[in-house]
């Protein structure tokens, strides 16, 4: 949609996380086979595999950016 890579696109969170200081706010990824949360994954690449039931069936984590103040 943007014309650039996912990767490129990786690559540009992680500096906008850090350019943000903590307003990045990361919905994370979800097992869909057994709904094991992704809750302290720092990365922001999507899981490759569940650490708990080993499925691949992974939901890509959401970005959002909290308004500043």
Not at 31 to 36: H, K, M, V
Not at 62 to 68: D, I, L, P, R, S
Request: one cysteine or more.
């Amino acid at each position: 949609m943007v014309g650039i890579s996912e990767k490129e696109v990786l690559e540009h969170l992680e500096h906008i996380k850090t350019a943000l200081h903590g307003r990045l706010v990361v919905t994370p990824s979800r097992c869909l086979e057994c709904g094991f949360s992704f809750q302290k994954r720092e990365r922001v690449k999507k899981p490759g595999r569940c650490p708990v039931c080993r499925s691949e069936r992974i939901v890509d984590p959401a970005f959002t950016v909290e308004a500043g103040g």
